[in-house]
């Protein structure tokens, strides 16, 4: 079993960290019009950043990371896309993590392409500098070593994908202690609401 390395966010580094965009975006005099946020994960930084700036136009795109399983590539796409004008206005994209860059670079494009914007910069709560292959315009906090960070929005869904792998990899007994072994943390939720909840998406085919 391959060790992963995970850390837990919670709200107030949420709020820490939204408040770290926009006060360097303050700092630099940037007009933001409209905020873009990237679906999911960008939606929460985007509505508080977007209440610190006073900007009431706040929309969203997804970006969905398709796996190609045959070489374990993934690839980065807009679902849903669409046409807007927005008629030259300075455009502020924002996401959760710049950690490849892909969906900063896909959603930069995209609307460049699509939306008929002025300025577009874009903006992450962490940026790992290890494993990006660009810098988000504004970003609040560089992480060094590369890590999983659950965020409080997606513990459910992380969760589940965790213990999904350790079960996998044969854990049958004591899920807390292998989780904190090969994570590095205690889970968030507990494991056995998990479970339950595993079992009600019907994800526990043994
Ligand atoms: N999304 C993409 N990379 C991530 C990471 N390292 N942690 C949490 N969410 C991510």
Same mark, same amino acid.
């Given at each position: 079993?391959?060790?992963?390395? !995970?850390?837990? =966010? /919670?709200?107030?580094?949420?709020?820490?960290? +939204?408040?770290? @965009?926009?006060? $360097?975006?303050?700092? %630099?005099?940037?007009k933001?019009?409209?905020?873009?946020?990237?679906?999911?994960?960008?939606?929460?930084?985007?509505?508080?950043?977007?209440?610190a700036?006073?900007?009431?136009?706040v929309?969203?795109?997804?970006?969905e990371?398709?796996?190609?399983?045959?070489?374990?590539?993934?690839e980065?796409?807009?679902?849903?896309p669409?046409?807007?004008?927005?008629k030259?206005?300075n !455009?502020?994209? =924002? /996401?959760?993590?710049?950690?490849?860059?892909? +969906?900063?670079? @896909?959603?930069? $494009?995209?609307v460049? %392409?699509?939306?008929?914007?002025?300025?577009?910069r874009?903006?992450?709560?962490?940026?790992i500098?290890?494993?990006?292959?660009?810098?988000p315009?504004y970003?609040?906090?560089?992480?060094?070593?590369?890590?999983?960070?659950?965020?409080?929005?997606?513990?459910?869904?992380?969760?589940?994908?965790?213990?999904?792998?350790?079960?996998d990899n044969?854990?049958?007994?004591?899920?807390?202690h292998?989780f904190?072994d090969?994570?590095?943390?205690?889970?968030?939720?507990?494991?056995?609401?998990?479970?339950?909840?595993?079992?009600?998406?019907?994800?526990l085919?043994?």
């Amino acid at each position: 079993m391959v060790k992963i390395p !995970v850390r837990v =966010v /919670d709200w107030d580094d949420i709020v820490n960290w +939204s408040s770290g @965009i926009s006060d $360097k975006i303050k700092r %630099d005099e940037y007009k933001v019009d409209v905020i873009i946020a990237i679906a999911r994960g960008g939606l929460v930084p985007a509505r508080l950043v977007a209440d610190a700036l006073g900007v009431l136009d706040v929309i969203s795109i997804k970006v969905e990371h398709w796996v190609q399983t045959a070489n374990k590539d993934v690839e980065a796409k807009i679902k849903f896309p669409y046409k807007l004008d927005l008629k030259g206005g300075n !455009v502020l994209i =924002v /996401d959760d993590i710049c950690d490849t860059g892909d +969906s900063l670079e @896909i959603a930069k $494009k995209f609307v460049s %392409d699509n939306f008929n914007p002025g300025a577009i910069r874009t903006s992450t709560m962490q940026y790992i500098e290890s494993t990006a292959r660009i810098k988000p315009d504004y970003y609040a906090a560089t992480i060094t070593d590369w890590a999983w960070f659950m965020y409080p929005w997606n513990y459910w869904e992380d969760e589940i994908n965790l213990i999904r792998k350790l079960l996998d990899n044969g854990v049958k007994t004591d899920i807390e202690h292998a989780f904190k072994d090969n994570y590095g943390v205690e889970p968030p939720i507990p494991v056995k609401d998990v479970l339950e909840e595993m079992k009600r998406r019907n994800l526990l085919n043994f």
